[in-house]
């Protein structure tokens, strides 16, 4: 009777991990990026967490268009290139970037960028960022022939499914018990929008308590490329909040990875208009002026609506 007991709970256990064992290859799947589609043909080879390269996306060898975004636009990408090839289908060949605007930037100045042991010394078409950093680089450096402001964004706090640290705004993030993750303002745009919303729900002291005193202490984690550290590092529950753009809450939550977001009231909160300038080095100059009008069509406009971003003034 005992063994008959026994061949039933190994049997059952047995099922149960048949019926797990997908789950959580899906679950570990969704924490690590790239998140979206990738692209069709060939061999593919992405090794979560190892090999793994999110934002470089497209045809690299001869590209017909080359588009630098701010890397919070990740999302948008495989939809807004789907479009673009419908209108213009002799583009076949088109190669983007979606990292932080001051890597872009500087990946431009030395004239390549190395990634690995890659690297990548092609240059842009079209160069976004937010409309201030758009406008200093064409004051400093005259890079631009063109520019369009094509899309705004707003900030929202990050946070694990359930809300297990019972995060209410930003003034949270100077509790003991709270390991924030913070974009690095060195690099990441974004940075000095969020020390401006400590600043506006707590002043100086809360921004020093989160971008000084956390430091120091290990509970503020500064990150390189924001949109794919802080909801990697809340998942994996190595930070409890973050604050990100609305749209990379929104996405993660479209996707139903186990990340929730917690809105900030417009008092508090800081708003960036996207500009997309078409550089005067363009190699594919024509190219770069219909995507910019591809941009502010109907088509373009409703792929950013999809996933939250809000229209040019």
């Known amino acids: 009777m005992k063994r008959q007991n026994l061949k039933r709970t190994m049997s059952a256990v047995l099922i149960l991990a048949v019926v797990l064992i997908p789950f959580y290859a899906l679950y570990a ?21 190892y090999d793994n390269v999110p934002d470089l996306h497209g045809e690299i060898e001869n590209p017909q268009l080359v588009v ?27 190669y983007l970037e ?14 390549g960028l190395v990634m690995g042991n890659l690297k990548i010394t092609v240059q842009p ?43 209410k705004s930003l003034a949270d993030f100077a509790r003991d018990d709270v390991n924030v993750s913070m974009p690095n303002p060195q690099w990441e745009g974004i940075g000095k929008h969020i020390v401006q919303a400590y600043k506006n729900v707590g002043g100086e002291k809360l921004a020093n308590t989160i971008m000084k005193t956390k430091v120091d202490n ?19 529950k190595e930070s409890d909040a973050g604050a990100v753009w609305y749209t990379e809450a ?4 479209m996707i139903n990875n186990p990340i929730q977001m917690i809105e900030i009231p417009d008092k508090d909160n800081e708003q960036v208009t996207y500009t997309a300038g078409s550089m005067k080095t363009a190699p594919h100059p024509e190219a770069a002026k219909r995507f910019l009008d591809f941009l502010m069509s109907d088509r ?12 040019p003034k």
């Open 300 to 311: 373009g406009q409703a792929v950013y609506k999809k996933y939250g971003f809000m229209p």
């Open 98 to 111: 979606t990292l932080p605007p001051g890597i872009l930037e500087d990946q431009i100045d030395q004239g």
């Open 218 to 236: 290990g509970s503020t984690f500064l990150t390189h490329i924001h949109h794919r550290q802080t909801p990697v590092r809340i998942m994996l």
């Open 125 to 167: 078409d079209i160069f976004t960022g937010g409309k201030g950093r758009i406008a200093s680089l064409q004051k400093e450096k005259d890079w631009f022939a063109n520019t369009v402001d094509y899309a705004r964004n707003r900030l929202a706090i990050m946070v694990y499914k359930g809300n297990p640290k019972n995060i």
């Open 68 to 94: 630098f975004f701010a890397g919070n636009q990740f999302m948008v990408i495989a939809d807004l290139v789907k479009a673009f090839r419908e209108q213009y289908p002799e583009y076949k060949r088109i």
């Open 29 to 49: 799947t969704q924490i690590w990026p790239p998140w979206i589609t990738q692209p069709a043909g060939g061999k593919h080879f992405t090794v979560a967490q």
């Open 250 to 253: 929104n996405f993660q939550q």
